[in-house]
């Protein structure tokens, strides 16, 4: 029977920031490529964020390669906003994105056929250079020597296990399920978390609750003054440092400071940043703060931000010990993208490139790494 896989030089799985520019580039550079996204239209996670997130609440996004981001309107939902930037900058670079495509796999096409154990310690990067990866979707496979994965965060939201949280009879939220305040009216509620999502949330939900209780594992770092690109650089780096060592990545974001705007000073002037250590325990209706006092609560909202999803790229091994995909720079000293483990593999959208401005640079790298890749595999050939 004819074989069904599909064979280009690139794949790129996700087409939010990270995965569009990688692709911007690649057409540039001339690769067969395509993107692979699950997504059902175009916006990568932007288009799932609460509808009450405008504009005005984001810090704003960093221009794709080659097209301006449209003149923004504030109080535009970023959920609408965002994603109509991405399709038009799909069709204008005519980048070849198929969707819905959920990828499934990503293995070593040797490994896959039976001649070593998928299972089994990672091949050295020398060895696997020549082979082939095979992608496995929903849809059906393709094969390239490269991969440059983009799939970002949204996917995987971190639910922190306390004990106690199976009994509880209100309902407990992520982030990624808050859909405005309007379902809390009247209600207590304990928010989790010292990012910027759970100082957005606390302003929104504040006036309309009954009570809210903030709650976070350390001390909430404010930022004065304006936002200082040098520190927002620096945090950059202290991220990037991880991920050159293999450690688990932080978010760029949170290192730069929390701050309060316009729209959170009522939730401010009513009480609601005054911040409590973690709670202890969950109890069915409310919760064991660290003094043993108790609160009630009808919800509990985890804004506890989000892993790397990277679950199928389990098969090539790509983690070390210390929990982290260790990235190393190939193109371009200051940028690392490629996985130390596997050369064929890129990351983008990851740890130090985790913000739309550091995708951008990321993508551009991703592509000549990934390139060299196929070139070293057409040379050899
Ligand atoms: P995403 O936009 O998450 O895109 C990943 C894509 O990959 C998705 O379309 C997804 O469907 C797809 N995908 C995932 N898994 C698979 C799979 N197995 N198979 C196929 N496709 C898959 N950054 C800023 O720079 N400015 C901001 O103002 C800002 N505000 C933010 C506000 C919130 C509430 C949050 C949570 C984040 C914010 N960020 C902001 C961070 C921002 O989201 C990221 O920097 C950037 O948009 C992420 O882009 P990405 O391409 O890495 O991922």
Partial sequence: SPDPTRRVDVVVIGAGQAGLSAAYHLKRLGASFVVLDANPAPGGAWQHRWRSLTMSDVHGIAMLPGLDVPERVNDEPARTFVPAYYAAYEARFDLPVVRPVRVLRVEDAEASAGSRSSAGAPA?????????????TDVGTWRAPAVINATGTWERPFWPSYPGGSSFRGRQLHTVDYEGPEAMAGLDVVVVGGGASAVQILGEVAPVTASTTWVTRREPVWRVGEFNPDAGRDAAALVEDRVRRGLPPQSVV???GLMLRPQEQRAAAMGAYDRHPMFTRIEPDGVRMADWSFRHADVIVWATGFRAALGH?????????TGGVRLVAREDAHTPTTAARDHRVQLVGYGPSASTIGANRAGRVAARSAMRVVASRAAAA
Avoid: I, K, Y
């Fill in 124 to 136: 050295s990067t020398s060895e696997t250079a020549g082979r082939d990866l095979l992608v496995r």
């Fill in 254 to 256: 949170s290192v730069t």
């Fill in 313 to 321: 790229l389990a098969p090539l091994h790509l983690r070390e010990d």
